[in-house]
C-alpha cells in the first residue's frame, strides 16, 4: 500500500499544453504541499493545504492551480506549459504538526 | 523567515567509516522541528531522521544519529559505519509554523560518495 501517491512519474509534454498531476495519502493526513525540485536538485515549497484550505502559495505562477476535492487529494494543474517548468515535482504529507512528511515518488515533467 | 544552509556540496567517505553532514539553520519561531532525507538516483525522498525543538537527546535511527545543538542552530547527521548504499543526496529540512501554514524548508543538499 503506497502511502502518498503521484501520477504520472514520467510527463513529456510540448510547450503551451496544460497537464495535471495528480497526488493522493492514505494516511489520513490533514496537510498537503506540492514542491518543485529544480535541475540542481533544489527542492522548492510551491503551495500548502490544510484541510483542504490553502494555506501557502509561494509566488508561483497563476499558471499553477492547485485543487484539492478533499483531505486525501491534492492535484495541480499546469496551463500553458513552458520550458522552464521541466522539473520533479514531488507531492508530500504530513499531519499538522506532527512527524515527518511523507512524499510521493515524484512526476519528472519535461517540457519540449 | 527560515532557513537551512548546508555548506558541503559533496562529500567522499571511505566504507565502514563514520561521516558528518551539517546543517544549519535559523528561524524566529519559538517551536519546530528538524528532518533530515535521502534522495538516492532513483529519486525518491526516503525519511531518515527527525528532532523536536524542545527535545532534550539527540535523535538516532540506527546508523544515522542527529547532532542537535540549539545554541549554535546546528542540526548535524552522523552516519556510522558507511555502505555503499549510503551513497546518494542528502538534505536537511525544517517545519515551522505561522498560524495554521506548516511548512518544510529544504537545505541545498549534500551529495555523499562511499568508496571502496
Known amino acids: 500500500d503506497t502511502a502518498v501517491s503521484q501520477t504520472p512519474k514520467y510527463l513529456v509534454t510540448q510547450m503551451g499544453n496544460d497537464k495535471s498531476i495528480k497526488c493522493e495519502q492514505n494516511l489520513g493526513h490533514d496537510t498537503m504541499y506540492w514542491y518543485k525540485q529544480d535541475s540542481k536538485k533544489f527542492l522548492k515549497i510551491m503551495f500548502s493545504y490544510n484541510n483542504k484550505e490553502l494555506i501557502i502559495n509561494e509566488t508561483v505562477p497563476n499558471r499553477f492551480s492547485p485543487k484539492s476535492p478533499d483531505k486525501a487529494h491534492l492535484n495541480l494543474h499546469i496551463n500553458s506549459l513552458e520550458l522552464g517548468d521541466s522539473a520533479v515535482y514531488f507531492c508530500a504529507s504530513t499531519r499538522y504538526g506532527q512527524g515527518q512528511a511523507f512524499f510521493g515518488q515524484g512526476t519528472r515533467l519535461t517540457v519540449v | 523567515a527560515q532557513k537551512i544552509t548546508q555548506t558541503q556540496p559533496g562529500m567522499f567517505v571511505q566504507e565502514k567509516e563514520a561521516v558528518t553532514l551539517d546543517c544549519t539553520y535559523d528561524t524566529s519561531d519559538p517551536s519546530y522541528g528538524l528532518f533530515w532525507y535521502k534522495q538516492p538516483s532513483s529519486g525518491e525522498m526516503i525519511f531518515l531522521i527527525y528532532q523536536g525543538s524542545y527535545d532534550q537527546q539527540n535523535a538516532t535511527e540506527g546508523r544515522y544519529s542527529l547532532n542537535f545543538q540549539k545554541a549554535r542552530k546546528s542540526a548535524n547527521l552522523v552516519i556510522s559505519a558507511s555502505q555503499l548504499g549510503d551513497s546518494a543526496m542528502y538534505f536537511c529540512?525544517?517545519?515551522?509554523?505561522?498560524?495554521?501554514?506548516?511548512?518544510?524548508?529544504f537545505g541545498t543538499g549534500t551529495r555523499l560518495q562511499v568508496t571502496l
Open positions: 529540512a525544517m517545519r515551522g509554523y505561522t498560524g495554521t501554514a506548516s511548512k518544510l524548508t
